[in-house]
């Protein structure tokens, strides 16, 4: 779903003739039986409500359009030309609100790569084979646990830090790595994994798999859950930005420093 939401703007017209035409064929299909009529829009009404309870993690917000879609298909006498208004209706908005949240993400990473280019300099800013590599980045990995807008932020933030393009494909799979296995918010992480690249003055991506490693031992020493470790860590984290400690002594024996601060 998220790859589909990331390259439908570039192919809407097609996107929209192959779900027009199989919406069309499995409606006529299914107007022919009024049981069959009536299963469907249930079944609609089902997935609204799971996406609800889903969304909100509230049983009584999801029962409401349950019960209340439940009543109301269950009380109608289903015609075909009413079922037909219904369907054609219910497909045309859920196209058109898939449409406009493609369009959404689209531009948003549109405008976070823009701001990268940018903010890598004025000779990069129309580079188009930068361009196409950052937009292959910006495409979810085959885990898929970061968006796209994630990554897109992600790059931003790397482009600000004036780290070398070459980088980017290794600091991005670091923190969605740390990401997948402490399950904390990927800005958090973000910032953790790009401090130490720069705390450590990285100078090769080979060496991000290797820094990578370490982090996840020094995660993983700590006796406290990964979200207090990074929250611990912001407290600690000005004691690296000026120097007091060094990122290899933070690294061998993190438990000290956050506990000591």
């Given amino acids: ?11 809407i017209p097609e996107l929209l003739t192959i779900l027009l035409t199989t919406s069309l064929a499995v409606i006529a299909v ?17 997935v609204i409500s799971l996406l609800v309870y889903n969304k909100k993690e509230s049983f009584g917000e999801a029962s409401f359009p349950l019960v209340g879609g439940l009543l109301t298909i269950l009380r109608v006498d289903w015609t075909m030309s009413l079922y037909w208004t219904f369907m054609i209706t219910w497909v045309a908005f859920a196209i058109f609100a898939f449409t406009i949240s493609a369009i959404k993400i689209h531009t948003k990473v ?10 890598m300099g004025p000779k990069t ?12 980045l910006v495409s979810p990995s085959d885990s898929g646990q970061l968006k796209p807008t994630q990554r897109a932020e992600i790059i931003e933030r790397l482009a ?4 070398s393009p070459s980088f980017f494909k290794s600091a991005l799979d670091a923190v969605e790595t740390l990401h997948v296995i402490t399950k904390v918010d990927h800005e958090a992480i973000s910032t953790f994994v790009m401090d130490f690249i720069s705390f450590c003055s990285i100078t ?8 990578l490693d370490r982090l996840y031992l020094a995660i993983h020493s ?13 407290s600690t984290r000005k004691l690296l930005l000026t ?5 290899d002594e933070f690294l061998d024996n993190p438990t000290l420093f956050l506990e000591s601060y």
């Fill in 1 to 11: 779903m998220k790859k589909l939401a990331s390259t439908a703007v570039s192919s």
């Fill in 30 to 46: 299914l107007s022919f039986s009024t049981t069959l009529m009536t299963a469907s829009l249930i079944v609609i009404v089902l």
């Fill in 222 to 234: 700590v006796p406290t859950p990964p979200a207090n470790f990074f929250k611990d860590f912001q």
């Fill in 160 to 163: 600000y830090m004036k780290l």
């Fill in 110 to 119: 549109d405008d976070l790569l823009t701001s990268a280019t940018i903010a």
């Fill in 243 to 247: 120097k007091e400690i060094s990122p």
């Fill in 204 to 211: 090769s991506e080979n060496q991000i798999p290797e820094l």
């Fill in 125 to 136: 800013a129309a580079d188009e084979e930068l361009r196409k590599m950052l937009n292959r």
